[in-house]
């Protein structure tokens, strides 16, 4: 072989080389994922909470339908634990963050991370605090608190009433109240109303609650009406009036429609519980996420201030009220309880 074709086949083998050696150069970009990836964080006081089974549940369901996939991330250990969770789902190439915060105050460190890593934060009925975000879906919670009042002043125009707030790190606690109070302020003036006793609690738990009720009972029986801030909350008031055979005599009131609640209407121990569709805002939700995750933002009911400096995009559902008269025309018909379940205590009599 000619020096002259010795060389071309050297420059050949070279050429051939340097591709071989490009290839294996591993790539700066992440691989394309098939779906989009939707990361829901939850933090709770306890696991057994009714309202947010059925959340994930049909949150889940509704992005698995709309063709994305979703890491859920559940705990109950509260915000230290809501903060790794949301690390982990950051570090898990999500593309959009949706998050029921634990403490609506804290969490403004790892929300700015995940910002920063140009991740959608929708924050799901709780508002998160300090931190621009790119959505807030919930329910008109100032309402509920007006639904509370007015059940409460139906039933007992005139007496003592026992106010239980919930959480004081959720900010939907303090909408609660103002809704509350906008209803009953007049009849306080006027001295038809008398708020004997008012509480918040730490967390959600109905431990908590069953403590600081059983203090106010322990001290005052002279109570007609209490109005709790969920129906778990609701629950352990109805356990302590029971005790006292105050059980059905005290108008009490609570959030959630939990299926516990349902039945304590329909036994008379329970006056009325605020129904929220979490169909349509689990829904509305996944819809929301992943039109973010494509660059995109239906347009919102109204926009809020969460102290950010940036106003947030709020998409706003109804709470309704549910009493005995219309527990068929309402969570049943929805769907969200079955006839048989709701009813299972008083047939059984």
């Known amino acids: 072989m000619t020096k002259k074709s010795n060389r071309r086949v050297r420059r050949v083998f070279l ?15 992440s691989p394309k994922k098939e779906k989009v990836r939707i990361g829901f964080s939850i933090a709770t006081a306890t696991f057994i909470i009714e309202r947010w089974n059925k959340d994930i549940k049909i949150f889940t369901g509704a992005v698995r339908d709309l063709g994305a996939e979703s890491i859920v991330q559940l705990s109950a250990g509260g915000t230290k634990e809501q903060i790794d969770q949301i690390n982990f789902l950051i570090a898990s190439n999500i593309d959009v963050l949706v998050v029921i915060a634990h403490d609506t105050n804290m969490l403004s460190g790892v929300i700015k991370k995940a910002k920063d890593q140009k991740i959608p934060v929708i924050a799901y009925d709780r508002l998160i605090m300090g931190v621009p975000i790119d959505a807030y879906i919930s329910f008109n919670n100032q309402e509920v608190g007006r639904l509370f009042a007015k059940a409460l002043l139906q039933a007992v125009p005139r007496g003592n009433y026992v106010i239980v707030n919930g959480s004081v790190h959720d900010s939907n606690s303090y909408e609660v109240n103002s809704g509350l109070y906008e209803i009953l302020a007049p009849q306080i003036s006027s001295k038809n109303v008398r708020i004997v006793e008012e509480i918040w609690l730490d967390e959600w738990s109905s431990d908590e609650a069953l403590v600081k009720i059983g203090r106010i009972l322990e001290r005052n029986r002279d109570i007609d009406a209490i109005s709790c801030a969920n129906d778990q909350i609701a629950s352990a008031a109805i356990q302590l009036l029971s005790e006292y055979r105050l059980a059905g005599k005290v108008a009490v009131v ?5 299926i516990g609640a349902c039945q304590k209407i329909v036994e008379g121990t329970q006056l009325m519980t605020v129904y929220k569709p979490i169909a349509r805002l689990a829904s509305r939700a996944a819809e929301i996420a992943v039109s973010l995750s494509g660059g995109e933002l239906p347009e919102p009911d109204m926009y809020l201030d969460n102290t950010s400096g940036s106003m947030v995009p709020f998409y706003m559902e109804e709470p309704r009220a549910v009493f005995k008269n219309n527990l068929d025309s309402s969570v049943i018909a929805d769907g969200f309880h079955s006839a048989e379940d709701v009813y299972r205590n008083t047939k059984a009599e």
């Open 15 to 29: 050429f051939l080389l340097a591709l071989m050696c490009v290839s294996c150069i591993p790539s700066r970009t």
């Open 254 to 258: 609570g959030q959630d429609a939990d």
